[in-house]
């Protein structure tokens, strides 16, 4: 027994551990439960009574010695490992990846720039509506298509609850609240059932302006786009208005600016007509004013809407609407200069 004991402790002194892997193996041969330790307390059991206390203070030793040297080497091996260690507050950090606007957020900002620089408020609304604030208070005949299933994505019949199809329920919502004067510009999201392609989608963004005040006249709206279109598009813009039809609006016009790709000589984007529409507008139909509680012979005012999508694929030159909704980031971190 005596040189059973002996044999290990020069064992345990040659054992050499280099690797994690194999300090672990020195536990298991020795310390763990079926370990070479604890088989030689298993053979003390059948050490003569006389000879024990000699052997006993051996094997104790020998246990010490087996444990002080599994210590000092997990020591070392822990010390060594940087999951475990401190952190080392001189090593260079990780490398952070910077976000970028979203090229839409990015339009949105500089329409809401260039609008309350002359006066226009912001005001936002519901993105599910009812048939009040979406249709029937802004004069949408009962028959009008834009209610019809084909278009507008309805939660519920009777009441009807919609997603709206523009931001001129928020027009509603701001007169049902504010007494004129009042002069606002409401940026949101909007969803109409039509099928995705490269130049339509079921979800876009739109802003619509509003202002209502005593006076008002077409002439007024007409300056507004005009300052507008040359704020977005640079001071050598064009604007041209052309004569439409929305429920709401009476009269109604789009509004074209000469192509900014081509300066209206035509190209592929203007289908070489040299112009491209970008918004609709109008005076407010005396009938929305009078739904909404605003004298009509007191008051009039003007309206426009125009979609944010079409507006930065113009600045940017984009051809697919679906590239906006995709969050690829190849093509979002292209739109933000100050960030990179
Ligand atoms: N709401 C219209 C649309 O979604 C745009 C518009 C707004 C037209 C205000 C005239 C006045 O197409």
């Given at each position: 027994m005596i040189e059973k004991i002996e044999e290990m402790f020069t064992k345990i002194a040659e054992e050499k551990v280099n690797t994690m892997q194999e300090l672990e193996n020195f536990r298991l041969q020795?310390?763990?439960?079926?370990?070479k330790l604890n088989s030689l307390f298993e053979d003390f059991k059948n050490v003569p009574n006389e000879q024990k206390r000699i052997i006993g203070q051996k094997l104790n030793e020998l246990k010490t010695v087996v444990a002080e040297k599994y210590q000092k080497l997990q020591d070392v091996f822990q010390s060594t490992d940087t999951t475990k260690?401190?952190?080392?507050?001189?090593l260079t950090g990780f490398p952070l990846q910077f976000g970028s606007r979203h090229p839409l957020s990015i339009i949105k900002n500089e329409i809401v720039q260039i609008f309350s620089k002359i006066g226009f408020d912001i005001s936002e609304g519901p993105e599910i509506e009812d048939d009040w604030h979406v249709f029937t208070s802004l004069n949408?005949?009962?028959?009008?298509?834009?209610?019809d299933m084909q278009d507008t994505f309805f939660l519920?019949?009777?009441?009807d609850i919609l997603l709206r199809t523009?931001?001129?329920s928020v027009q509603v919502r701001v007169m049902e609240t504010t007494k004129p004067p009042l002069r606002f510009i409401f940026p949101g999201r909007v969803f109409r059932n039509e099928a995705v392609s490269a130049r339509a989608h079921c979800i876009f963004h739109q802003v619509e302006g509003l202002y209502i005040n005593k006076n008002v006249s077409f002439a007024d709206l007409k300056q507004t786009l005009l300052y507008f279109a040359q704020e977005m598009f640079g001071a050598k813009t064009q604007i041209r208005l052309r004569p439409s039809y929305f429920p709401?609006?009476?009269p109604s016009a789009e509004m074209d600016i000469s192509?900014?790709?081509c300066n209206g000589k035509g190209c592929n984007v203007c289908k070489h007509s040299g112009w491209v529409e970008i918004l609709g507008c109008g005076m407010v139909d005396p009938n929305v004013l009078i739904c909404n509680n605003i004298d009509p012979n007191k008051y009039s005012g003007y309206a426009f809407g125009m979609g944010i999508e079409r507006i930065t694929m113009l600045k940017y030159q984009i051809?697919?609407?679906r590239l906006f909704f995709e969050n690829d980031i190849r093509f979002l971190s292209q739109f933000t200069p100050e960030l990179t």
């Amino acid at each position: 027994m005596i040189e059973k004991i002996e044999e290990m402790f020069t064992k345990i002194a040659e054992e050499k551990v280099n690797t994690m892997q194999e300090l672990e193996n020195f536990r298991l041969q020795y310390i763990a439960k079926k370990g070479k330790l604890n088989s030689l307390f298993e053979d003390f059991k059948n050490v003569p009574n006389e000879q024990k206390r000699i052997i006993g203070q051996k094997l104790n030793e020998l246990k010490t010695v087996v444990a002080e040297k599994y210590q000092k080497l997990q020591d070392v091996f822990q010390s060594t490992d940087t999951t475990k260690t401190e952190k080392d507050l001189t090593l260079t950090g990780f490398p952070l990846q910077f976000g970028s606007r979203h090229p839409l957020s990015i339009i949105k900002n500089e329409i809401v720039q260039i609008f309350s620089k002359i006066g226009f408020d912001i005001s936002e609304g519901p993105e599910i509506e009812d048939d009040w604030h979406v249709f029937t208070s802004l004069n949408f005949p009962l028959e009008h298509p834009a209610r019809d299933m084909q278009d507008t994505f309805f939660l519920e019949k009777n009441p009807d609850i919609l997603l709206r199809t523009h931001t001129s329920s928020v027009q509603v919502r701001v007169m049902e609240t504010t007494k004129p004067p009042l002069r606002f510009i409401f940026p949101g999201r909007v969803f109409r059932n039509e099928a995705v392609s490269a130049r339509a989608h079921c979800i876009f963004h739109q802003v619509e302006g509003l202002y209502i005040n005593k006076n008002v006249s077409f002439a007024d709206l007409k300056q507004t786009l005009l300052y507008f279109a040359q704020e977005m598009f640079g001071a050598k813009t064009q604007i041209r208005l052309r004569p439409s039809y929305f429920p709401f609006t009476e009269p109604s016009a789009e509004m074209d600016i000469s192509c900014t790709i081509c300066n209206g000589k035509g190209c592929n984007v203007c289908k070489h007509s040299g112009w491209v529409e970008i918004l609709g507008c109008g005076m407010v139909d005396p009938n929305v004013l009078i739904c909404n509680n605003i004298d009509p012979n007191k008051y009039s005012g003007y309206a426009f809407g125009m979609g944010i999508e079409r507006i930065t694929m113009l600045k940017y030159q984009i051809n697919d609407i679906r590239l906006f909704f995709e969050n690829d980031i190849r093509f979002l971190s292209q739109f933000t200069p100050e960030l990179t």
